[in-house]
């Protein structure tokens, strides 16, 4: 079996994991005294939620699992910065 | 209305008012001067994007009165707004959520001024790409063939009790698992390899995972797109065993980073 994410999600939804990995998990972390919080959540840990989600959707479609979840995509309207190369492809 | 109510009643009140008058800064990213004037950026909640000055840094802000929710429309206003700096030049990106106020941003900058500028030096002309990496297919069984002895026959002679097979699998396991991680790193670094020579810099996760090896944030020259993408399908073309798979241009999220023993 040879699946690729492509294959897996289609580039609104790989673009739109790929803004929240790096909008949630990385960039400047203004630390000290000076307090960062949303909604009283830690952000490190709704940045790693988003991540692990992420790769558990990929993992259970390329194990090949008809899992009915799948189909419960994340909407919403991603900027369009995914630039797949297609490649690996079978 | 008893004493108690009466002061809950004006604590409530007082506390609402308050947060009605305080206006704090949403921070997207830094930038150097000069400040880009493009009045018509909209950020989170459809705020008015503005900037602020400080000792030759510039700000990206927007006003709001409390932190943003960890919404999906908010995290992608975030990063339009980033997105939108980046095409005129190569900011420091904040991690979602970075709300203070006005006096607290210029403190930090304040304290902090050199520290960014040195950062935004080390950026200009620069964009991270991401480049993620999976197994094209099922993983390779031929490692883990050799594990299945996971235990001496002399130290666990049969028959095997419950307790020993129990022992067994685990360590099977746990074999598993550490040949997994090798693997996941030859990976890694073979792909590293192939891109040291085109890239400024970079930043390798790998994850726990048998089927995703990893991926790795390169950071470099704007102009050196083309040959990234070329470099990208020589490599694809070699380990056919992979998907590579890239997004960006990305504003460099995974080096901004200030080192906190600086401060």
Sequence with gaps: MSQDYSEV???NELSLLETLDHVLNRGLVVSGDITISVADIDLIYLGLNVILASVDTINRALSGRDDPRDAERISGDPIGHFTGNGLGRD | MD???AARWWMMRSTSRNEAETTNCYVYCFCSGPAPEDGSLVGIGDSK?????YDGVVAIVSDCYRPPEPS???AVAHNRVVSSILEATTPLPCR??????QRDLEIYVASRSDDVKALLGRFQGCVEMTLRIAFSAEVPAGPFEDITRALPGDLLPEPRGPGARFLEEKMREANQQKLANQQAQAVLDWVDDRFTRLVRDSVTRRYAETTLPGHIAHLLDRGRLREYHELLTAAQSDRPDLQLTISGPWAPYSFAILDKSTR
């Design chain 2, 72 to 74: 999906i429309p908010n």
């Design chain 2, 3 to 5: 004493a108690w109510d």
């Design chain 2, 96 to 101: 979602f959520g970075t709300t203070l106020s």
């Design chain 1, 9 to 11: 999600l289609d580039h």
């Design chain 2, 49 to 53: 994007v503005r900037t602020i000055q």
